[in-house]
C-alpha cells in the first residue's frame, strides 16, 4: 500500500503546479479509526475532484495532516476512561489520524466500542462508530504520545496515577478536571510540563435520554461557535490534535481559564440539585447561587493572581435558564439531573475547594458554605 503524506505546515501553492493525487481509501472497521456515517459521500467527492482542470488563477491552500497515514506515522492516544466524554474525545481523535486506546476498569476489558450520536438542532444526528486500537484494565508499558484522564475530579486523588505515570513516561497528561486541586495533584505525579488542562465545550451523555437518538450509545452536542480552552506549556499540540479530529480548540495562555469556568457553572448547578433539578431557578435560590459563583471567581481570581472578571448577573441567568430547553437538541434538565447526580462528589469537592481558599485567604465565603450546606448528603 503506498501511503500519502502531507506536510503539517500550512502553505501557498500555485494551482497551476496542482497534481490531484486520490488518497488511499480508509477501510471500514479498521483499529483506531472513527467510522462516520457519512465517509462515502465524501470520498465520492475525493473522487469527482480529481482530474478536474485547475483555475488559471493563484490562491490559498491550507494543507493539513491527512489522516490516512502509516501506523508509524500515527499519534498514540491512551484515554482513561471510557465514558460520555472519554468515548466522544476518543472518536474525534481517531478521526483526525490518531492511534486510540483506552484504560478501563477491571471487567471491561471486552469492550469494543460503540455508536456514538452528535446532536444538530432541527435536523437528524450524525452517526459515527468508534473502534478502539486496543481495550486495557492495566497499563502496559509502552510509547503513548498522549494520555487523557476522562474521569471526575475525585478519581484523580487515586494511587492508581503513579503506576501510571511509570508506564507512559514522557507522554502528554491532558486533563478534563476543573477543580482547584487538579493541577496540584497531578502535579505530585508528572513534571508540570508535561501536563495539560482542556476546558471541554460540549455535553455528552448516555443515550437514549428521551427521544432524538436512533439507539443505544453516546450522544453529544458541540455549541455553535464554542471552542475547547487548552493550558499548558505543551497546548499546541493538543489544539493540532483536536483541530484534525474536528473540533474547534485554541490556546489559553492566562492561568485559572478552566476554573474560571467550573466557578460560573458549579453553583448554580448545586442550586438545581438542591431544587430537585426543577427548571428554571428563581427567586431567593437564584440570587443565592450568583453570590455564591462571585465569591468563587473572586476566590480562583486570587489564587492564579489575576482580577477578578465580571460575572453574568442571576437576574439574567433566570431567562435564559427559561429560554435554553427550547433551543436545546436534548432534553436540558434529564441531562443536568442525570450527569451531575452521577458527579455530585465532584460538585462537592469543588465547592470545599473555592470554601477552603477563600478561607486560607480571608475571603467572604458565606454563599458558598451556605450552598455546601443545603446539598443533600
Known amino acids: 500500500m503506498e501511503f500519502v503524506k502531507r506536510p503539517v505546515e500550512p502553505y501557498v501553492v500555485p494551482v497551476e503546479e496542482v497534481t490531484p493525487v486520490p488518497a488511499e481509501p480508509v477501510v471500514p472497521g479498521t483499529v483506531g479509526t472513527a467510522v462516520v456515517a457519512r465517509r462515502a459521500t465524501r470520498e465520492r467527492r475525493q473522487e469527482a475532484a480529481v482530474g478536474r482542470s485547475p483555475r488559471p488563477h493563484l490562491r490559498l491552500t491550507f494543507v493539513y495532516p491527512n489522516i490516512w497515514m502509516d501506523e508509524e506515522s500515527m499519534v498514540k492516544v491512551l484515554i482513561v476512561g471510557a465514558g460520555a466524554l472519554g468515548q466522544v474525545f476518543g472518536v474525534r481523535l481517531a478521526a483526525g489520524g490518531a492511534k486510540v486506546g483506552y484504560l478501563v476498569r477491571p471487567g471491561r476489558e471486552s469492550w469494543g466500542g460503540g455508536s456514538l450520536y452528535r446532536l444538530r438542532r432541527g435536523r437528524a444526528p450524525v452517526h459515527e462508530r468508534l473502534e478502539p486500537y486496543e481495550v486495557m484494565s492495566e497499563a502496559r508499558d509502552e ?84 471552542a475547547m480552552g487548552v493550558e499548558g506549556e505543551r497546548a499546541p499540540r493538543v489544539v493540532a490534535a483536536l483541530r484534525a479530529g474536528g473540533l474547534r480548540a485554541r490556546r489559553v495562555t492566562r492561568a485559572g481559564a478552566a476554573e474560571l469556568a467550573a466557578a460560573r457553572m458549579i453553583p448554580y448547578i448545586a442550586a438545581l440539585e438542591i431544587s430537585g433539578w426543577r427548571l428554571p431557578l428563581k427567586g431567593a435560590r437564584l440570587r443565592a447561587a450568583g453570590d455564591a459563583v462571585r465569591e468563587a471567581v473572586a476566590v480562583v481570581s486570587a489564587r492564579h493572581g489575576r482580577r477578578a472578571p465580571a460575572s453574568v448577573p442571576s437576574w439574567a441567568v433566570g431567562p435564559a435558564l427559561r429560554v435554553l430547553p427550547w433551543l436545546l437538541p436534548f432534553d436540558l434538565r434529564r441531562y443536568l439531573e442525570a450527569h451531575f447526580t452521577k458527579v455530585r462528589a465532584q460538585t462537592r469537592l469543588m465547592l470545599a475547594g473555592w470554601i477552603a481558599v477563600g478561607e486560607a485567604r480571608a475571603l467572604p465565603v458565606g454563599a458558598l458554605s451556605a450552598l455546601r450546606d443545603a446539598l443533600p448528603a
Open 143 to 226: 510509547h503513548w504520545d498522549m494520555v487523557w484522564l476522562c474521569v471526575d475530579s475525585t478519581a484523580l486523588r487515586g494511587t492508581w496515577t503513579a503506576a501510571l505515570r511509570a508506564a507512559t513516561g514522557a507522554a502528554t497528561v491532558v486533563t478534563i478536571g476543573q477543580d482547584p486541586g487538579d493541577l496540584d495533584a497531578l502535579a505530585e505525579v508528572w513534571p508540570q510540563e508535561q501536563i495539560v488542562q482542556v476546558i471541554p465545550r460540549l455535553l455528552a451523555y448516555q443515550a437514549p435520554l428521551g427521544s432524538g437518538v436512533p439507539g443505544q450509545g453516546v450522544a453529544y452536542w458541540v455549541p455553535p461557535g464554542s
